[in-house]
């Protein structure tokens, strides 16, 4: 009766580990894009894998600091259907964002989480991929008070790596405002 019991507990597990066929794996280690999630689930799939990048912010008063070295890293998760990347800075601090496509609203929706920021409540950037671009916004006002938002954008985007930028841009986006630069290049592939 006990190895019944365990034959059945074994089959149980193996069943439902299957289900889960496009998570990371040794075969896999950076999972795969589920063929049932929204066909957008491929927009970041040049990023999937390991970058060398470099990172550079913008001081209070408009200069920029030196180039930060950065390792960003990208995969599939819950099962395929979305997306989440991770970044190591040179200082040791962490950050990253869980990526979802959803496809009432035709919009990928990103939540953003930092070792140096830890929050109860995750900054939401929301956009789409446009050309050969993807372009995420969250609402924000600059500092003398104008609406806009501050719009973060992949862009150069290739199997050798991307370019990424933060700008606060004003509501008509004819104003922009760069405050964070990143460039990376491919350290391995999926």
């Not at 200082?91 to 979802?100: E, L």
């Not at 806009?148 to 008509?172: A, M």
Request: aromatic share 14%; hydrophobic share 30%.
């Amino acid at each position: 009766m006990k190895l019944i019991s365990l034959l059945s507990l074994i089959l149980l597990s193996t069943m439902a580990f299957a289900q889960y066929k496009y998570n990371t794996s040794s075969k896999f280690p950076f999972g795969k894009p589920n063929p049932k999630a929204p066909e957008q689930i491929k927009d970041f799939e040049h990023m999937i894998g390991t970058c060398n990048c470099t990172s550079t912010t913008r001081k209070q008063d408009g200069t920029w600091n030196e180039v930060e070295d950065m390792i960003w890293s990208w995969k599939y998760i819950m099962n395929g259907t979305a997306v989440q990347d991770e970044t190591l800075k040179s200082d040791g601090s962490h950050s990253g964002s869980i990526r979802q496509f959803i496809a009432d609203s035709n919009r990928w929706y990103v939540h953003w989480f930092s070792s140096k920021q830890p929050s109860t409540t995750f900054p939401v950037w929301e956009g789409k991929k446009k050309d050969d671009k993807i372009i995420l916004y969250r609402k924000q006002k600059a500092p003398n008070g104008m609406d806009g938002y501050y719009r973060l954008t992949f862009y150069d985007i290739s199997k050798s790596g991307y370019k990424w930028i933060g700008e606060w841009v004003d509501t008509t986006e004819k104003i922009s405002y760069p405050t964070w630069k990143i460039e990376c290049l491919r350290k391995n592939k999926p």
